[in-house]
T-cell receptor
Framework: AQSVTQLGSHVSVSEGALVLLRCNYS??????LFWYVQYPNQGLQLLLKYTSAATLVKGINGFEAEFKKSETSFHLTKPSAHMSDAAEYFCAVSETGGYSSASKIIFGSGTRLSIRP | DTAVSQTPKYLVTQMGNDKSIKCEQN?????MYWYKQDSKKFLKIMFS???????INETVPNRFSPKSPDKAHLNLHINSLELGDSAVYFCASSPNLDRGGNEQFFGPGTRLTVL
């Protein structure tokens, strides 16, 4: 079965500093990987996704993630944090598991990102 | 131009009651899902329907009964509510896999509080 592990339940950075949120995956087949963001009291919004087309994936709001098969990692980065980036971030892997018409997204436990002024 | 919508946004009810949450998507997707997010923000899939047919059922108590009247709607009915049912419930949708449907689009969530 596929799974993802997010390292660090809470990350705090200063405004303007580099953001690095870590995610490692486990999958026996080439995975589909995602980063979702959840702002307070809102639903989940897709930041970016990896579908094997390119190892460096650019997403919305200046975020990007790099797929590293040798490290089974898919870390999320942003060069310069903004106050509006404060939110919960979820790494996820998609598992089809033989379903022909649906995919099960397996979410990590989430990382809360705080931005210090 | 809401993509995935849920009603109600908040639901407060007593233990033992029966309640429903509704979900609608206007994206033309074939597959819809229900997820539960607990107080620690952990998200877990509950059900998935494809074109009104149940595809995924993740060991959810049978007090939870999803119903899909058509492929644009997936409702969740919960009987005999328990304190542990308190959570945020998210609806999501995706196209069929053969049309690149691994990405899921989420609704805003319904916060259920059982007293």
């Amino acid at each position: 079965a596929q799974s993802v592990t997010q390292l660090g339940s809470h990350v705090s950075v200063s405004e303007g500093a580099l953001v690095l949120l870590r995610c490692n995956y486990s999958s026996s087949v080439p995975p589909y990987l995602f980063w979702y963001v959840q702002y307070p009291n809102q639903g989940l919004q897709l930041l970016l996704k990896y579908t094997s087309a390119a190892t460096l994936v650019k997403g919305i709001n200046g975020f990007e993630a790099e797929f590293k098969k040798s490290e089974t990692s898919f870390h999320l980065t942003k060069p310069s944090a903004h106050m509006s980036d404060a939110a919960e971030y979820f790494c996820a892997v998609s598992e089809t598991g033989g379903y022909s018409s649906a995919s099960k997204i397996i979410f990590g436990s989430g990382t809360r990102l705080s931005i210090r002024p | 131009d809401t993509a995935v919508s849920q009603t109600p946004k908040y639901l407060v009810t007593q233990m033992g009651n029966d309640k429903s949450i509704k979900c609608e998507q206007n994206l033309g997707h074939d597959t819809m899902y229900w997820y539960k997010q607990d107080s620690k923000k952990f998200l877990k899939i509950m059900f998935s329907y494809n074109n009104k047919e149940l595809i995924i059922n993740e060991t959810v108590p049978n007090r939870f009964s999803p119903k899909s009247p058509d492929k644009a709607h997936l409702n969740l009915h919960i009987n005999s509510l328990e304190l542990g049912d308190s959570a945020v419930y998210f609806c999501a949708s995706s196209p069929n896999l053969d049309r690149g449907g691994n990405e899921q689009f989420f609704g805003p969530g319904t916060r259920l509080t059982v007293l």
